[in-house]
């Protein structure tokens, strides 16, 4: 099981930074809010799977770090929701509209069929290694499917009808979706079945009640 959510976090990270750069790109040449803010989360998620790599490799005395990974995921999580939300505000209010981005659109529906693959995948992992952080990770990365849709529906509505208010829009539907995972990692859950402990030589979950 450690070894599945090892290659689950490696495919994880791989694809958001690719996705990272793809968005962010086509975000700036397009003006675009949602898909830069969009980036920025697929960032977010290459940064919680390093911290999940780095949780899948603790030894037994690896709840302290499970407590820290979940914090840095929470936190990740506010500050992003903090700035899509200025700016998409700002975008609104200057009526700065985006230009359409078909390369944009291409990665959210690309995005929306893989995210859900993904999250299924390390929630299964997280029941079986007993993971907090695993499991906040898996709900993040339904969060992107979550936003992929948004996207796609946000950018589709620009280009095909020039509804270029779709765009912030879009952003803004976003935040209270991301700030909402952003507190729940913060809190983190108590899992109240099982305490695992990973050992050193095998990395092999021991589960003890």
């Known amino acids: 099981m450690v070894r599945r959510g090892r290659r689950l976090e490696y495919l994880t990270l791989g694809w958001n930074l690719v996705e990272a750069v ?17 980036g920025i989360d697929s960032l977010i998620e290459s940064t919680s799977g390093a911290v999940l790599l780095w949780r899948l490799s603790t030894d037994a005395r690896g709840d302290l770090r499970e407590e820290r ?34 390369v944009g659109i291409v990665l959210a529906a690309v995005s929306l069929v893989v995210m859900p693959i993904l999250a299924r995948a390390k929630r299964k992992v997280a029941v079986g290694l007993g993971s907090r952080a695993l499991e906040a990770d898996s709900r993040q990365t339904d969060l992107c499917a979550y936003l992929s849709a948004i996207l796609l529906m946000g950018l589709s509505l620009n280009a095909l009808f020039g509804w270029w208010w779709a765009d912030p829009a879009a952003a803004l539907v976003m935040v209270p979706i991301i700030a909402r995972e952003g507190v729940n990692a913060l809190r983190g859950e108590e899992c109240t079945d099982c305490h695992v402990h990973l050992s050193v030589a095998g990395n092999e979950p021991h589960v003890s009640p």
């Open 22 to 38: 793809i968005a962010i790109g086509s975000g700036m040449a397009a003006g675009s809010t949602a898909l830069i803010g969009f």
């Open 69 to 102: 990974a979940l914090k840095l995921v929470g936190l990740s999580f506010l500050l992003l929701a903090a700035w899509v939300g200025w700016e998409a505000v700002s975008t609104l209010v200057i009526r700065e509209e985006p230009d359409e981005s078909l």
